[in-house]
């Protein structure tokens, strides 16, 4: 069974940039897509971005500006950043792997780690 | 972008209880909705893809229906492990967009 876990600095300050990582167990980052969702507090799911294991991304493009994604297949890592971070930031950030039982190409969140919050703060 | 409206936001059930909630797609998604289950500190669950299949190890209790732009989750029999909150997902297209979930309370 597929495990994922973020981890990364729960407290960033303002102007700074966030820097997440996502390692996968008991399976490998290919051949899957990956997505970087945030929830804020109190507040809906946004997808932020996705990748696959050989670098292809996709980014919101409310984000996209400030985001980037990376993979990592010899650590089993996907990565996060997000430059220049504001309170609005504030919010738990979700690594899931992309799943499909079909040959249609389509692809919901299969595996989610449990997420990990991120303070913005002085 | 594909808008997910999901009702109701907080739901009062007892043990026992018949329970559904709705994800209601801006445009036609075919079949392309999963339903999650979260728990307060652990991982989201999925439970339900193309809208009505079980994932692999779900309680039958749970069951999903509904295609182009209405859709539903019912646990037929609320148990105590079920309170939880629940969110829809479509994935159609790019980006992936939620439902604003659904918190199942114990009344």
């Known amino acids: 069974q597929v495990q994922v876990q973020e981890s990364g600095p729960g407290l960033v300050k303002p102007s700074e940039t966030l820097s997440l990582t996502c390692t996968v167990s008991?399976?490998?980052?290919?051949?899957?897509?990956w997505s970087w969702i945030r929830q804020p507090p109190g507040k809906g799911l946004e997808w932020i971005a996705y990748?696959?294991?050989?670098?292809?991304?996709k980014y919101n493009p409310l984000l996209k500006s400030r985001v980037t994604v990376s993979v990592d297949t010899s650590k089993n890592q996907v990565s996060l950043q997000l430059s220049a971070v504001t309170a609005a930031d504030t919010a738990v950030y979700y690594c899931?792997?992309?799943?499909?039982?079909?040959?249609?190409?389509?692809?919901?969140?299969?595996?989610w780690g449990q997420g990990t919050l991120v303070t913005v703060s002085s | 972008d594909i808008q997910m409206t999901q009702s109701p936001s907080t739901l009062s059930a007892s043990v026992g209880d018949r329970v559904t909630i709705t994800c209601r797609a801006s445009q036609s998604i075919s079949s392309w909705l999963a339903w999650v289950q979260h728990k307060p500190g652990k991982a989201p669950k999925l439970l339900i893809y193309k809208a009505s299949t079980l994932d692999s190890g779900v309680p039958s209790r749970f069951s999903g229906s509904g295609s182009g732009t209405q859709f539903t989750l019912t646990i037929s029999s609320l148990q105590p492990d079920d309170f939880a909150a629940y969110f829809c997902?479509?994935?159609?297209?790019?980006?992936?967009?939620f439902g604003g979930g659904t918190k199942v309370e114990i009344k």
């Open positions: 997902h479509q994935y159609i297209s790019s980006p992936i967009t």
């Open positions: 990748i696959n294991y050989s670098g292809s991304a």
């Open positions: 899931a792997r992309h799943v499909s039982h079909d040959t249609t190409g389509f692809e919901f969140l299969g595996n």
């Open positions: 008991g399976g490998s980052v290919s051949p899957n897509y």
